[in-house]
T-cell receptor, first 115, second 113 residues
Framework: GAGVSQSPRYKVAKRGQDVALRCDPI?????LFWYQQALGQGPEFLTYFQNEAQLDKSGLPSDRFFAERPEGSVSTLKIQRTQQEDSAVYLC?????????????FGPGTRLTVL | GENVEQHPSTLSVQEGDSAVIKCTYSDSASNYFPWYKQELGKRPQLIID?????GEKKDQRIAVTLNKTAKHFSLHITETQPEDSAVYFCAASLFSGYSTLTFGKGTMLLVSP
């Protein structure tokens, strides 16, 4: 079956531009996570959704970052007024349940480069 | 919050040798420890995980051990093959409710033929 997909795969933005990154989770997966992976580092948690509810946004680095999942399926991570330090790979992951932890399936990521 | 340290950052072995990657965690409440493999430019993929009610788990050439008292866990790969070359990440989280993963910084494993 189809895995987690993300688009675009690569995004180049000029500093100050707004960007929107899309995540299509595995169909039926309740939980959706966004992570930020800087070069040479492990993924770092940004935010978590259970269906359409954003239950945890403690990892969002600033108020320039905003995420939504309005219908409990596709999610969008938006970054306003991008800065060079936002350059990273943004990974989306989904898991089948919002209860006990189940395997998180990752998407291929969106590599964001801010010039 | 949870903090996960991972060592070494790079590891080079000859094909057929064993490789060991070690991680420590700070939150004694953590009880779920997955390992992910990430090939260059690809997505992280779960290769094995362990929960705190067991001390060791094996899956063919891969094994993970957990010492809850010392708060450390390790990945063991035996009979390494060139296709094992990748970055390996350990992670820790709580196995209850929803739970985010806290990752280590990764170990780049290079297996030379």
């Amino acid at each position: 079956g189809a895995g987690v997909s993300q688009s675009p795969r690569y995004k180049v933005a000029k500093r100050g531009q707004d960007v929107a990154l899309r995540c299509d989770p595995i169909s039926g997966h309740v939980s959706l996570f966004w992570y930020q992976q800087a070069l040479g580092q492990g993924p770092e948690f940004l935010t978590y959704f259970q269906n359409e509810a954003q239950l945890d946004k403690s990892g969002l680095p600033s108020d320039r970052f905003f995420a939504e999942r309005p219908e409990g399926s596709v999610s969008t991570l938006k970054i306003q007024r991008t800065q060079q330090e936002d350059s990273a790979v943004y990974l989306c992951a989904s898991s089948i349940s919002g209860g006990a932890v189940y395997e998180q399936f990752f998407g291929p990521g969106t590599r964001l480069t801010v010039l | 919050g949870e903090n996960v340290e991972q060592h070494p950052s790079t590891l080079s072995v000859q094909e057929g040798d064993s490789a060991v990657i070690k991680c420590t965690y700070s939150d004694s409440a953590s009880n779920y420890f997955p390992w992910y493999k990430q090939e260059l430019g690809k997505r992280p993929q779960l290769i094995i995980d362990i929960r705190s009610n067991v001390g060791e788990k094996k899956d063919q050439r891969i094994a993970v051990t957990l010492n809850k008292t010392a708060k450390h866990f390790s990945l063991h790969i035996t009979e390494t093959q060139p296709e094992d070359s990748a970055v390996y990440f350990c992670a820790a989280s709580l196995f209850s409710g929803y739970s985010t993963l806290t990752f280590g910084k990764g170990t780049m494993l290079l297996v030379s033929p």
